[in-house]
């Protein structure tokens, strides 16, 4: 009787152990109930309103603006293998790129939303963030064409938080209250675009071109409407504003020799009969003009005075308004347009009879910012009163006892001196 090896029954019963240990790890796995996903959830697609906010800047946007996870550098796609089959229901998701992402907030108008954009394409690179600021300017020059006020000054006022001294940006904003006819503001502007562009290699000659541009602009829009005092009022201010060189203080001389104080003019005039580009025509100007009597060079007296309190070194005094209301501006002849504070607004816009304008940006010491301007029917200042006077409306801090800024666009309509002795604001109407 033959026999077997004593390793083989051994050998059987492990083979045995292994298969059903297999075996019972595949029915485990077929077995085992398939886990449901959980549904997806739908967020409204809806697009977001549009900033109702009347002044001050636009933070309302803010909380309004959809989140936004800015994308990787790189195009987002799906991760997905070009092998696996796709199911029917499920479309790949597309790229989306920083400039179409960058669109979709400008397109929606949640610039606050797009500047956090701008910001973390700066963080990451600056070549993006240069072509987002292209997106900006594109859309900047859309609403300038357009004249869409209200969102022009939107998005230049979120840019502007983000880099206050961007040349061409501040450029564009120029233009926009050349536009709104807003020249005095515009001017101020440029101010702070000099300023700037000192720091910015080649900046300055381009804002000088503007500039020569822009004054010409303006005087011969304010000329070809016979605005002579207007005129006046805005050669005045490029002097203030330490903007006029010799070519603006010949104008000026011309413009009081025919329009305003002659003897003024005259002054201004001999001063550049030396200049050895302009003698030549400041002598000519003098030559053709007759120099009026003695008797007559003083300037008449001042008509009328105001009584001024004082806060600090700044004074106060009452301006009425519609006949209704009365409020207290300081004196700022930086201040190119009369403003009220967002308080005191709100405090008498039931009485008094307030025509919107529009939004402008202003220059402040706090920088540039957005406000409202409103037309106000009369206003009274002293025993004078003025028509159709523009308004603006920003939302600064004040002491409880002040409205407001007493504005060029209203003393300018006087000649004025602050008697600092007495205490008293001096006005004389401009012929």
Request: hydrophobic residues 40%; without cysteine; charged residues 20%.
């Amino acid at each position: 009787m033959s026999t077997q090896p004593p390793f083989r029954p051994l050998l059987m019963a492990s083979l045995l152990l292994a298969t059903g240990l297999a075996g019972g790890w595949w029915l485990r796995g077929a077995l085992a109930p398939v886990p449901l996903e959980p549904a997806a959830r739908t967020e409204p697609a809806g697009k977001p309103p549009p900033d109702a906010s009347l002044s001050g800047p636009d933070s309302s946007l803010a909380a309004r603006a959809p989140s936004v996870k800015p994308p990787s550098l790189n195009t987002l796609e799906a991760a997905t293998s070009t092998d696996d089959p796709v199911p029917a229901d499920e479309a790949p998701l597309q790229p989306v790129t920083w400039g179409e992402e960058m669109r979709t907030l400008l397109d929606q108008q949640a610039f606050n939303a797009a500047m956090g954009l701008y910001q973390e394409a700066e963080r990451q690179d600056s070549a993006l963030a240069g072509r987002l600021r292209e997106l900006v300017l594109e859309y900047l020059e859309g609403y300038l064409r357009a004249g869409d006020d209200y969102a022009l000054t939107a998005l230049a006022d979120a840019f502007l938080s983000v880099h206050y001294d961007d040349i061409e940006v501040l450029l564009l904003l120029a233009r926009h209250q050349l536009q709104s006819d807003y020249w005095a503001e515009a001017a101020r502007t440029f101010q702070l675009t000099f300023a700037y562009s000192a720091t910015q290699p080649g900046q300055r000659s381009r804002v000088s071109q503007a500039f020569e541009q822009f004054v010409q602009q303006v005087d011969d829009q304010l000329a070809g409407e016979q605005r002579w005092q207007s005129l006046l009022g805005f050669y005045e201010t490029l002097e203030q504003l330490d903007l006029g060189g010799a070519e603006q203080h010949l104008r000026l001389g011309e413009l009081h020799l025919h329009h305003g104080d002659t003897t003024y003019g005259r002054s201004l005039l001999e001063a550049l009969t030396s200049h050895s580009t302009l003698g030549a025509r400041a002598t000519a100007l003098l030559n053709h003009t007759t120099p009026p009597p003695v008797a007559e060079r003083r300037p008449p007296p001042p008509v009328g005075s105001i009584e001024l309190d004082t806060i600090g070194s700044h004074y106060l005094l009452p301006l009425g308004l519609d006949s209704r209301e009365e409020v207290r501006l300081v004196i700022d002849t930086g201040a190119s347009l009369t403003t009220l504070t967002q308080r005191s607004f709100d405090r008498i816009s039931a009485s008094v009879r307030f025509t919107e304008l529009g939004p402008q940006m202003f220059n402040t010491a706090s920088g540039t910012t957005r406000g409202m301007v409103y037309r106000v029917d009369s206003v009274q200042i002293g025993d004078h009163r003025l028509r159709d006077v523009p308004v603006a409306v920003l939302d600064f801090n004040t002491p409880d006892n002040v409205d407001g800024l007493l504005g060029m666009n209203v003393l300018s309509q006087f000649r004025f001196e602050v008697d600092q002795d007495d205490e008293v604001l001096l006005l004389q109407p401009r012929q």
